[in-house]
């Protein structure tokens, strides 16, 4: 079965000098300079076996890279950006930063403020409360674990009355 030539990639003199000076600049970061490599070598009339083996990568990175060029060439985008990776997709984000400060705030609080029976706040007590206020519609138990874990936050280890757990003194 005969292999068909990868698509011909042609750089004018401005967009290669920038991505020459992409690959030589110490800043940038290593995906695109290897991005702007596979870019040089196939504008040089390599194909996409020869790339991969030149730099070492698989023929899969070489044909999506010199692909996404090309698709991007009509574009009016920077070099720097047709090297970048594509927006990832994904669930949409399901709180707001705003609803995950209150969160914060409230367990930098004492829980006494808020009618709570107990010395100090569970993730449990928390999404009982964030979600009594109204400021969160729906959360879980685990997931105000992992908030306050990321924050490192830790209200069952603090005395409100000595060191609340954002760090103020009352």
Not at 4 to 13: G, I, S, T
Not at 77 to 82: D, G, T, Y
Not at 137 to 143: A, D, M, N, T
Not at 145 to 157: D, T, V
């Amino acid at each position: 079965m005969a292999r068909l030539a990868p698509k011909e990639l042609k750089l004018n003199d401005g967009d290669r000098l920038e991505l020459q000076q992409l690959v030589s600049r110490h800043n940038t970061p290593q995906q695109v300079v290897l991005r702007a490599k596979i870019i040089l070598l196939a504008s040089s009339g390599k194909n996409n076996g020869e790339i991969a083996r030149r730099l070492d990568i698989s023929l899969d990175m070489a044909r999506l890279w010199r692909k996404r060029w090309l698709e991007n060439s009509n574009k009016e985008l920077s070099i720097f950006q047709k090297l970048e990776d594509l927006e990832r997709t994904g669930k949409p984000v399901k709180f707001t930063m705003e609803q995950v400060i209150e969160l914060f705030a409230l367990a930098c609080s004492p829980p006494e403020d808020y009618g709570r029976p107990i010395s100090h706040w569970t993730p449990r007590e928390l999404a009982d409360e964030i979600m009594k206020q109204g400021i969160i519609k729906s959360i879980s138990v685990r997931h105000v674990g992992r908030l306050l874990e990321e924050a490192h936050l830790k209200p069952h280890q603090s005395r409100y009355w000595l060191t609340p757990p954002c760090g103020r003194r009352v």
